[in-house]
């Protein structure tokens, strides 16, 4: 069993994971660490897990009695973090709390951490990465669908993005990283590519989904666009298709579903839906773990039961 430790455990984005990891079949929770409500039943935080898992919340836990750390919330500095990892290198961790990365990057320290988006990085991830952070919901449902065009070199000028999404998730601040991280990893890509990164944000629809649209002038026809994104048939989490999307498509899952179409104008719409709450948060930190310690990446993410 892996034995997972939670740092911020009492932040939403916790609650996420833990609903997520009660029910996974490799995992041990073993501490949930929340300063401030040291000895509080975890359901006093997380309704939801009434009657699920009978756990109280700690001031701190053993890095010698874990396999993996996620940290969320934003108890943890990098400076805590950096004696953490020296002490204890062969603890496996993997951030949703992008301050460690960016305190991390004004100590030059920032390659240690892989950018855990598994439809780039699966490699990186599975092969030894000890440390990972998790993109921005925003980053991981703009570059899914991207990042394909980069790597065929299909990518020119500027890239404006119409969003919808909760309003938590398109803050000045995340918008500015997502914005940096996307350019950074497209540019990686695409060296050609030097355009800027910019949001047009409607009101959100949905407490928990995410749209995205764009257009971008395409130099090629339908089948060559869709032969771009074969690079994802061995993911079980990113689906390309042509017909409509809808967020009941992806509610409760880790999936990106993009829809694409191309004009007599020679553009490219693209019209990709997530879960935010998941994609590029607790979901994809839970699909990061899976790949780290050699599991199925669908495991204990698989389809969830809800209304139709």
């Excluded at 960016?102 to 950018?115: H, K, L, Y």
């Excluded at 809808?246 to 693209?270: A, F, H, Q, Y």
């Excluded at 709450?277 to 990446?297: D, P, Q, T, W």
């Amino acid at each position: 069993m892996i034995k997972v430790a939670i740092s911020g455990a009492d932040s939403p984005v916790a609650g996420e994971l833990i609903r997520i990891l009660v029910n996974h079949p490799d995992v041990e929770i073993v501490a949930l660490v929340a300063p401030g409500h040291e000895g509080k039943q975890l359901q006093s935080v997380h309704h939801g897990l009434l009657g699920e898992e009978k756990m109280s919340f700690t001031g701190s836990f053993n890095p010698a009695e874990s396999d993996i750390l996620f940290i969320t919330g934003n108890h943890v500095k990098y400076s805590e973090y950096s004696r953490l990892r020296e002490a204890f290198p062969d603890l496996k961790v993997i951030t949703l709390n992008p301050l460690v990365r960016d305190e991390a990057s004004d100590s030059n320290n920032a390659a240690e951490f892989v950018f855990a988006l598994p439809e780039i990085n699966r490699k990186a991830i599975v092969r030894g990465a000890h440390e990972a952070i998790v993109p921005s919901p925003i980053s991981s449902l703009a570059l899914v669908p991207l990042y394909p065009l980069a790597l065929n070199m299909l990518l020119s000028g500027d890239i404006e993005i119409t969003l919808s999404a909760p309003e938590d998730l398109v803050s000045e601040e995340m918008l500015s990283r997502s914005a940096s991280e996307i350019a950074t990893m497209l540019n990686e890509a695409q060296r050609s590519f030097d355009g800027k990164v910019s949001f047009n944000i409607l009101p959100p629809t949905s407490k928990r989904g995410i749209e995205l649209k764009t257009e971008i002038a395409s130099p090629v026809d339908m089948p060559h666009t869709l032969k771009a994104y074969e690079i994802y048939d061995d993911h079980n989490f990113a689906f390309a298709v042509t017909s409509p999307v809808r967020l009941d498509d992806v509610k409760g899952t880790e999936k990106i579903i993009m829809s694409l179409s191309l004009s007599k104008e020679g553009l490219l719409s693209i019209h990709s839906v997530a879960d935010g709450r998941l994609r590029g948060s607790a979901g994809e930190a839970v699909h990061v773990m899976n790949l780290m310690f050699g599991l199925h990446e669908k495991t204990g993410l698989y389809l969830k039961p809800y209304a139709f």
